[in-house]
């Protein structure tokens, strides 16, 4: 990764990741995830799941600077999570964040999926996107708790949940019931 930046108002341009990309993104989420502020992805993972992936890039005279990473997985027909966001450290709080968001619910919307989901620690930051904190213990998709059981900090966890509907996007009218899941044990 480049040196530290300081910018006003950057040029920020939001496109979907390529393989280049992987090992910016995994050291963007490492450097986040050493300090608690999210899970771990393995280089494997990220490569894997590079369709859904986007990258954020701020332009400059000397061309364009890697800036973010954000992911749109689908759960189900009526969800998908937003997921592996990270915006560049040295660089939070310029809307890089909000853009890598909305390009998820472009394309949330443009394959019809009716909600977004995210697991996160930044609450706030998802409340400006327009997402609700909901109480996972009640509320969530059945799908996302499935996902839960591959994660190391399943007992314990700790992140919170939030969800926004996307208005004018219906649920699919031939959607399939998902399997049940039992909600776990020793989630708070
Ligand atoms: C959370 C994160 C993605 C936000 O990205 P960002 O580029 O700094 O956010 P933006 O500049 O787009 O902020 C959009 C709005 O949210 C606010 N905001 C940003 N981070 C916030 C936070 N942690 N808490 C509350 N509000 C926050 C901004 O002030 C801004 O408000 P405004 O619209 O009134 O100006 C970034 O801080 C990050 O990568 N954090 C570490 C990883 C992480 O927490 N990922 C989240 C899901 S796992």
Same mark, same amino acid.
């Given at each position: ?17 390529? +393989? ?5 993104? #995994? ?65 939070? +709080? ?30 706030? #930051? #998802? ?62």
């Amino acid at each position: 990764m480049s040196d530290s930046l300081t910018l006003d108002n950057p040029v920020i341009t939001v496109r979907p990741a390529d +393989t280049e990309d992987v090992p910016l993104i #995994f050291d963007n989420i490492s450097t986040w995830a050493a300090q608690g502020k999210m899970l771990v992805r393995p280089m494997q993972n990220i490569f894997e799941n590079m369709r859904d992936f986007y990258v954020a890039e701020i332009q400059t005279d000397d061309g364009p600077i890697f800036a973010g990473n954000g992911a749109l997985h689908i759960l189900w027909g009526d969800i998908a999570e937003v997921r592996g966001l990270a915006v560049r450290p040295d660089i939070v +709080t310029k809307g890089i964040g909000k853009k890598l968001v909305e390009a998820c619910e472009l394309e949330a919307r443009r394959i019809g999926i009716p909600t977004l989901f995210a697991w996160t620690y930044s609450v706030g #930051f #998802f409340e400006k996107c327009g997402f609700k904190l909901i109480d996972k213990t009640k509320e969530l998709h059945p799908r996302v708790w499935s996902e839960c059981l591959r994660c190391p900090f399943f007992v314990g966890c700790n992140e919170n949940g939030v969800m926004k509907r996307l208005v004018g996007v219906p649920v699919p009218a031939n959607l399939p019931e998902p399997p049940p899941t039992q909600v776990p044990p020793g989630i708070r």
